[in-house]
């Protein structure tokens, strides 16, 4: 699990079938070993700017759209309330 911050959407018309009618969201881990922006699939309602969990748990992810033939990987498991609470 990582500490993301959305910095956008993710809009395509051409995707996996499980990934039909699944928001995506562009995040930028925070403090991670690789700071380069994901994919993650929200079922949560984040925004832009709004903290997030986020998980690269493959099989959680293609439980979550229900097809192990997705290519899902990144998925929000939670929006972060209060950030000084957190250790960014």
Same mark, same amino acid.
């Given at each position: 699990?990582?500490?993301? /911050? !959305?910095? *956008?959407?993710?809009?395509?018309?051409?995707k996996?079938?499980?990934?039909?009618?699944? /928001?995506?969201? +562009?995040?930028?881990? +925070?403090?991670? #070993?690789?700071?380069?922006?994901? %994919? &993650? @699939?929200? =079922? %949560? *309602?984040?925004? @832009? *700017?709004?903290? +997030?969990? @986020?998980?690269?748990?493959?099989? *959680? &992810? /293609?439980?979550? !759209?229900? $097809? #192990?033939?997705?290519?899902? /990987?990144?998925?929000v498991?939670?929006? +972060? $309330?209060? #950030? =000084? #609470?957190?250790?960014?």
């Amino acid at each position: 699990m990582y500490l993301a /911050r !959305v910095i *956008g959407n993710a809009t395509s018309t051409i995707k996996h079938v499980s990934l039909t009618g699944w /928001r995506m969201l +562009v995040v930028a881990p +925070v403090k991670a #070993e690789r700071d380069d922006p994901l %994919l &993650a @699939i929200d =079922s %949560l *309602g984040a925004g @832009i *700017g709004d903290l +997030v969990i @986020i998980s690269n748990d493959g099989k *959680g &992810a /293609r439980d979550l !759209v229900g $097809d #192990e033939q997705s290519p899902a /990987r990144w998925t929000v498991l939670g929006i +972060v $309330d209060d #950030e =000084s #609470e957190t250790r960014t």
